[in-house]
């Protein structure tokens, strides 16, 4: 292998080899290679987590010497903590045909050195949107509504003829209308908006439509009303970005609420058959305006939280008994870290903990607890429930939901009670370590279904284990918790026709 790409492959090969329309950024390249990422496959994987491809294309010469053309891997970064995990490396040739695929650990952090290829990497797959990008989108979204059809999907009983209206098919902006520079007669937003939370500048979901419902004004806060559209892959953060701005520009117009009150809500099309409330100022919450019922309406990567198919939690029943295999069960001794996140109890659990089901291995991450349970039983209910989140080197997410039900102590919860924080988003690392395996039932038979996360993003696809005998813990174990959080458990969600399977 030539040095110069020695250096590189462990450190910020990111490839696609999957079969969406591939956007291929180069990175940096010389005369002997070029390094690119391909953006369009950038995901989230979870909290704080994305996963995206690239690649190293070598020159005629180079490919001749080392007998492959292209270098392709897969990378999952941790956008907090300013590491990645290498997952896969695949070598291919000329005619793109595999050669061979490399062994990774897939668990191994690497941490991201200021100023490397890396850098360049992770600053393109975890960056939020800038200031500067919002200030063009701004300018672009304006341009067009100033060119838009006066008279097209206006509100009904709107009397302003004069009020002008952006249509879908208007607002097409690509990533390189968001990224150029802003023109000098450009607008500059008004000191609020400066100080708006960031917007995400890639997202999984798609967007909804959304039409700010604020009076005309003059000038650059004319408050136009704003419907976007579903974009594709490559237009989603562009678009994304746009609908944040003018949201923005339109609130600008109108008085400010009072704190932690939801904006003027946002009526969507004629067509509609009612007000959708607009709460981008919100942060997801288990009651009130940003309760579970509005999830979906805070943020535009939230909406799977109301238009998913494959929700959860849901009340498991009518399984069909089989003889599934049993869970490989792995997990080690571990020191361990706790928090109170503002949503529940968490524990960040140490690597080299996993468990294998169905023919994948996911690594242990953390746990997490809900009250009560969020998980139903053929409609019985339990006093609280352990959720295990596990995910395999693909970003692919496991959790086995432990029920707890009013009985004897248990001591693996009171070593986890007896160092609860003092403060919510401290964390804390007692010098004592945990064995994860006592919060298992005796008997490991379970149900099975595809479902998804329970808290905002709400992400599907996530393989739900739960165990079907509870475990006990004491009233007053219970009590503790409840103090913390007397209801952070997400409502029921529709089955919707699901397979769940039941161990026999």
Not at 218 to 238: D, F
Request: charged share 25%; glycine share 6%; net charge neutral.
């Amino acid at each position: 292998m030539p040095p110069v790409l020695h250096s590189l492959l462990p450190l910020a090969l990111v490839c696609c080899a999957s079969v969406h329309a591939a956007d291929w950024l180069t990175v940096t390249s010389d005369r002997v290679r070029r390094v690119e990422l391909d953006r369009s496959s950038i995901t989230s994987s979870d909290a704080g987590t994305k996963v995206a491809w690239g690649r190293i294309v070598l020159s005629d010469d180079q490919a001749k010497a080392y007998g492959y053309r292209t270098v392709r891997a897969l990378n999952r970064y941790d956008c907090r903590g300013h590491a990645f995990i290498i997952v896969k490396r695949i070598y291919l040739a000329s005619d793109d045909s595999v050669l061979r695929e490399d062994k990774v650990d897939g668990t191994t952090p690497i941490g991201v050195k200021t100023g490397t290829v890396d850098d360049r990497f992770f600053n393109e797959v975890c960056k939020p949107a800038s200031i500067a990008d919002l200030r063009n989108a701004a300018r672009l979204a304006m341009e067009r509504m100033a060119k838009a059809d006066d008279t097209a999907g206006k509100n009904e009983g709107d009397k302003d003829a004069s009020k002008p209206v952006l249509r879908r098919a208007d607002i097409r902006l690509t990533r390189d209308e968001v990224t150029a520079p802003p023109a000098p007669s450009a607008p500059a937003l008004r000191a609020p908006m400066q100080e708006r939370k960031p917007v995400i500048a890639a997202i999984p979901a798609a967007t909804p439509d959304m039409t700010p419902d604020a009076p005309a004004a003059s000038g650059r806060n004319n408050a136009a009303t704003l419907h976007l559209a579903e974009q594709q892959s490559t237009e989603r953060a562009a678009a994304r970005a746009a609908q944040q701005v003018a949201l923005a520009m339109a609130r600008e117009s109108v008085p400010a609420p009072a704190y932690n009150m939801p904006r003027k809500p946002a009526v969507m099309p004629a067509q509609a058959s009612a007000a959708a409330v607009v709460l981008q100022d919100l942060h997801w919450s288990y009651e009130g305006l940003a309760g579970p019922e509005n999830w979906g309406k805070l943020d535009a990567e939230f909406s799977v939280c109301t238009n998913g198919k494959r929700q959860s939690p849901i009340d498991i029943r009518d399984g069909i008994k089989v003889e599934q295999e049993a869970i490989q069960f792995d997990y080690k001794p571990s020191f361990f870290r706790i928090v109170d996140n503002g949503h529940t109890i968490q524990i960040t659990y140490g690597a080299g903990s996993h468990l294998t089901v169905m023919g994948r291995t996911y690594d242990l991450v953390q746990m997490h607890f809900h009250h009560p349970a969020e998980e139903r039983i053929n409609g019985k209910g339990f006093a609280m429930v352990a959720h295990l989140v596990h995910r395999d080197p693909e970003g692919r997410l496991a959790v086995v939901a432990v029920l707890l039900e009013s009985g004897q102590a248990n001591r693996f919860i009171q070593t986890l009670w007896n160092n609860l924080p003092l403060e919510k988003n401290e964390d804390y690392a007692p010098r004592i370590s945990i064995q994860a395996d006592e919060i298992l039932p005796a008997n490991r038979d379970y149900f099975s279904y595809i479902g998804s996360l329970t808290t905002p993003p709400c992400t599907e696809g996530v393989l739900w284990l739960v165990m079907k005998q509870p475990v006990q813990l004491s009233a007053e174990q219970i009590d503790v918790f409840s103090r913390f959080y007397p209801n952070n458990a997400r409502p029921l969600q529709a089955a919707s026709g699901r397979v769940i399977k039941e161990s026999r």
